[in-house]
């Protein structure tokens, strides 16, 4: 059975009548219950309708469509961008086109689990690259890419279950040296991570052209629902005419481009939000380093906190409900086997008193290490 969320602020959840503090949301800049972005989506509705009411191709694309993906171009910095219903649906589109049968698919292992179902959908031949070891795909390149083969690398930018980060510049450079499209799924580093928000490319100082495809989702800082493609126009187009999860699916709501075109504006502008998250991520990281709490080296409002076994993980996740926090655990197969963790996220909506009483119940709680 499911559990019955209801948020009652940006930062808190009501789990099954009691109110917890939410750790494992991924509203990392606190706009999934902004007043403004409702306003738009109110507007919108009465404008245009709720429904899109078609696919893009048929009679479902409009202005608030067209808004939102010139927006995004510009943010990304890439030529064009198109829209998608969900994430999931955008790297099956992206990954079924640069990657056809025949082709050589490299993925990093702990690629989301999205961009798997699209390389097993691709039929392209799969080989999965040891997480974020440029070395490792260098060495597969040299041995697996026979020299007519069309080949295609693809990866998170930041990585959904650890919060690291791929090591784009020296993906950027394998890639172009064997002439292989890259895709980079930066569902969790847009709008967090890199000057501006502007994602892992940016942190890195590279630009939305260095990538052959640059995939984003509007369901994490961007705090609403939907997702996007981006690269070059020639790109796009072949999107269109050929991505089956843009051409036979009903066009996302006119409203919900609306609110996320206000979301991106805002995040843009108060960048206060992105400043907030990432120093609330440096006091979480540095208190639970002073009690001894074992952390990776995430640098991102991610914070895994690996327990090994499902069991370890469900009953520190119980133990802290109990002590009215919400972090639920996160076992195998989401994760690799023995991985299981606490998936720890930070949000700008959080206050520090709140991060350091997280700590503190995590040193009470966690199991103490041998
Ligand atoms: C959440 C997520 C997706 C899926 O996006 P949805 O819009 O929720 O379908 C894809 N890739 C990554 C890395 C994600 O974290």
């Known amino acids: 059975m499911q559990a019955f969320f209801k948020p009652d602020s940006a930062a808190h959840v009501e789990v099954e009548g009691r109110r917890?503090?939410?750790?494992?949301?991924?509203?990392?800049?606190?706009?999934?219950?902004d007043p403004r972005l409702a306003v738009a989506f109110a507007a919108a509705s009465?404008?245009?309708?709720?429904?899109?009411?078609?696919?893009?191709?048929i009679s479902g694309h409009g202005r608030e469509h067209e808004r939102l993906e010139a927006a995004l171009a510009a943010f990304t910095g890439c030529e064009q961008a198109l829209l998608f219903s969900t994430g999931y649906m955008a790297n099956l589109a992206v990954v079924t086109a640069l990657a056809g049968r025949g082709a050589l698919l490299l993925l990093d292992r702990l690629s989301h689990a999205s961009l798997i179902d699209a390389a097993l959908l691709s039929r392209a031949r799969l080989c999965r690259y040891p997480h974020g070891d440029a070395a490792g795909l260098k060495r597969l390149l040299e041995r697996r890419a026979a020299p007519a083969r069309p080949v295609s690398i693809a990866t998170d930018g930041v990585f959904s279950m650890d919060g690291?980060?791929?090591?784009?510049?020296?993906?950027?450079?394998?890639?172009?040296?064997?002439?292989?499209?890259?895709?980079?799924?930066d569902a969790h580093g847009l709008g967090v991570v890199g000057p501006g928000g502007h994602g892992t490319l940016a942190h890195f100082g590279l630009g939305g052209d260095?990538?052959?495809?640059?995939?984003?989702?509007?369901?994490?800082?961007?705090g609403t629902f939907g997702a996007f493609v981006a690269g070059s126009a020639a790109l796009i187009e072949h999107l269109i005419q050929s991505a089956r999860t843009y051409i036979y699916t009903t066009a996302l709501p006119q409203p919900l481009a609306a609110a996320t075109r206000a979301a991106l504006e805002i995040a843009q502008r108060e960048s206060w939000r992105r400043e907030r998250v990432l120093a609330l991520t440096a006091r979480f990281r540095a208190a639970a380093g002073a009690a001894g709490i074992a952390l990776t080296a995430s640098p991102t409002p991610i914070q895994p906190i690996l327990l090994g076994s499902s069991e370890a993980a469900l009953a520190a996740s119980r133990a802290l409900e109990a002590a009215g926090l919400w972090v639920a655990a996160i076992r195998p197969p989401t994760v690799p086997a023995h991985a299981a963790r606490l998936r720890v996220t930070?949000?700008?909506?959080?206050?520090?008193?709140?991060?350091?009483?997280?700590?503190?119940?995590?040193?009470?709680?966690l199991p103490v290490p041998p």
Do not use: M, W
């Open 210 to 222: 260095a990538v052959t495809a640059l995939v984003g989702t509007f369901g994490k800082a961007f």
């Open 346 to 365: 930070l949000s700008a909506a959080h206050t520090e008193a709140e991060v350091d009483r997280l700590v503190a119940t995590l040193a009470r709680i």
């Open 20 to 33: 917890l503090i939410n750790f494992c949301g991924n509203d990392y800049l606190g706009l999934a219950r």
């Open 46 to 57: 009465a404008e245009l309708g709720v429904g899109a009411g078609a696919s893009h191709l």
């Open 164 to 185: 690291d980060l791929a090591p784009l510049p020296q993906l950027v450079a394998l890639a172009q040296a064997r002439g292989a499209s890259l895709i980079v799924d």
